[in-house]
Each structure stands twice: as C-alpha cells, then as structure tokens.
C-alpha cells in the first residue's frame, strides 16, 4: 500500500523538473504575454516543491550535514549564475543587483527562516535544540563574510561611492572563498559533530529513523532531477523577471525590490525544507539549510561578481546604506544571543521574524 501511494508522488516529482527545463528553453529570451508568465508561475512554484523532494532524498542517503550542504550549495551556485546573467543584461541599473539580492538572502535566511523555524519547533515540542557550537561557528562566519563585503565598501576611500577597488574586490572574494572553504571543512570533516541534531538531552542524533535510507541509484536519480529542479527555478524566475521589474516600476517601488523578490523565489526549496526539518524536531538541520545559505550567497556571489566585473562596463556598487547596516548590526546581536543557550522559544522566533517584517517594510518604504 506505502508503494502504491509514494509511485504517484514520484512520478510527479519526476516529470515536473524535465518539464521546467523544456519550458525554460522555449521561453528564454522571449517576451511572454501573460498567460504564458501564469503558467510559468505554476510550473516555477511546482518546481520548487520537486527540488524540496529530491533534496530530501539525497540529504538522508547521505545524512546530515552534507545533506543541508548539497542543497545550500546548489541553489546558491544557481542563484549567481542569475544575477550575474541579469546583471550583464541590465547595464547600469543593475549596479546594486548583487548587493541587494545578497543582502536580501541574508535577511531572509537569518531572520526569516531561522524566525519562523523556532517559532515551529518551540510551538510544537516545547522549546527548540540546537548545536550552539556549530551554529555559533556558522553565524560568525556569516556575519564576518557580510561586513567584509557589504559593510566595509561604503568606508573604503580608494574609489568614490559605496565601491570597492580592483585590489580590495580581490581581497574581497578571495577571502569570501577561504572563509567558505574552511568552513565546509570544518563542518563536513574536523568537527561534523557540531552540526548534527541533538536530543533534548544534549546527545548527538547520528541518523533519521523515520524511514528507510534511499538507495544509492534512488539517490543519484534524485540528485540529477534536483539540478534539473533548480535550473528550472533560477531559469523561470529570470523569466518572469521582467513581468517583475514592470510590476514594481508600476507600483513605484524601489529598483531594491526586485532583489528582494528574486531571493525570495530563489531560497523557497532551501526555506521549505528547513521548516519540515523544524517541524520533525530537527532544529539543527533547519540552521544549517538557514545560515549555510546566506554563507553560500555571500561566498560564492562576492567572487563570481567579482570576476564579472573584469567584462562589465558599469558600476559594482556593494556597500550597504546607513539603515540596512543598523538592521544588519541588530541581526547580529540578536542572532548570537539566540545561539548561545542552545535552546530556543517562541520570544527568539518572533524577534527574528519582527526584524524579517521590518528589512521588508523598509525595502518597500526606506
């Protein structure tokens, strides 16, 4: 009876991705009327949950935290390959591109996710557990990879404006790259402990038992429809990109906007899976999909704009202003305040979600 319900389930999650793919290449660099952009919509949010099935059946063939990595990773290599392309076709308007679409991963993911996965798991089992050690190790990372990056260029002197140097853009990605790097190390080799799920009682989960570990051709066939899956997503959001930037010109919002709602669309299977890991107690899991997503975004964006920029012919602006700064300080704080007890309740969810409300309430109305 559990075959005959999950053949249904994976035929879907099969055929959507190669469906997503083939509408992505008869729709690329095209002008879409609206009943076509409807209908990518459709395809792009069904893509999203496929892209969520797969990564879970590869995360548990090969556990945690590789499981948490592999889909970070993926999105985030997906997601630059975005901005870069719309960066070469946006010319100077597209200057702040990857700052805000970065910046917005960031905010997304260490106030939104992470707000609204505590918010789950202490509503449902109490209190929500978690590793501060690995957690705490993954949250400086990130806050060092964000100052780096998007704070320091708006003190720099070399060049006028909110802009790095050639030299300090360098230094700028190749430190973003060993950041990431030793912390890939770190959390998959030397100390794999710190990121695993923990009991209430502290002890370290080493394996899910609700279900049966996928086999290795299961895992591979889910792996290479995952990639299909998130090309499908990255490749449709640019798709309807345009319909977007109308969308907000015509409603007098700011350019910052559409950085905003491409993160979004992009981080949807990353956010999915989090708050299903969060719903099962999985806390650990739900901080490792969040943080390693906005230490991917950053470490990986900053070097691929970086080597762009040797053919683009406009500005790279990357400094925050004055008010994103202040939001991203208190983010901070109130970050490594939640990871130090390791334990969380609903109070630290709905801080983290009251400060996601308002990075989106001052994109909206600075």
């Not at 960066?87 to 106030?111: E, P, Q, W, Y």
């Not at 964000?146 to 360098?170: D, N």
């Not at 499908?232 to 907000?248: F, H, N, Q, R, Y």
């Not at 053919?311 to 925050?320: D, N």
Request: hydrophobic content about 55%; charged content about 10%.
């Amino acid at each position: 009876m559990i075959a005959r319900l999950r053949k249904p389930i994976t035929r879907w999650t099969t055929l959507v991705p190669v469906l997503a793919v083939v509408l992505l290449v008869l729709t690329w660099g095209r002008d879409l009327p609206v009943a076509v952009v409807v209908l990518v919509t459709a395809v792009l949010a069904a893509s999203v949950l496929a892209a969520v099935h797969h990564a879970e059946v590869v995360a548990h063939r090969v556990g945690e935290p590789f499981g948490s990595l592999v889909l970070a990773i993926a999105v985030t290599v997906i997601e630059v390959a975005l901005i870069v392309t719309l960066m070469v076709d946006g010319g100077d308007k597209s200057a702040t591109l990857a700052r805000d679409t970065v910046f917005a991963a960031v905010m997304i993911t260490c106030n939104g996710v992470v707000g609204i996965c505590l918010l789950v798991a202490s509503l449902r089992h109490g209190t929500a557990v978690f590793n501060p050690e690995g957690t705490g190790a993954a949250l400086a990372t990130v806050a060092t990879l964000a100052t780096l990056s998007l704070v320091l260029p708006t003190f720099t002197t070399s060049k006028p404006g909110p802009e790095f140097s050639s030299v300090q853009l360098t230094f700028a990605a190749l430190s973003s790259l060993t950041l990431y790097a030793l912390f890939v190390a770190t959390q998959t080799v030397r100390h794999r402990d710190y990121f695993l799920p923990v009991t209430r009682q502290g002890e370290v989960i080493t394996a899910d038992d609700h279900a049966g570990v996928p086999s290795s051709r299961a895992a591979l066939s889910s792996l290479g429809l995952l990639g299909l899956a998130l090309v499908g997503v990255v490749g449709l959001a640019k798709g309807v990109s345009p319909t977007i930037e109308s969308g907000v010109e015509a409603a007098g919002l700011r350019q910052a906007v559409v950085g905003v709602v491409i993160a979004l669309l992009v981080l949807l299977p990353e956010t999915i899976a989090a708050l299903r890991s969060a719903s099962r107690d999985r806390v650990q899991t739900s901080l490792n999909l969040a943080l390693g997503s906005a230490m991917a975004s950053i470490g990986l964006t900053i070097p691929a704009v970086a080597l762009a920029s040797v053919w683009l012919s406009g500005p790279l602006v990357l400094g925050l202003g004055a008010t994103y700064m202040v939001l991203l300080a208190l983010t901070v704080v109130v970050s490594s305040l939640t990871v130090v007890p390791g334990r969380a309740t609903p109070l630290q969810g709905g801080v983290h979600l009251v400060l996601f409300l308002a990075y989106l309430e001052l994109a909206v109305n600075p």
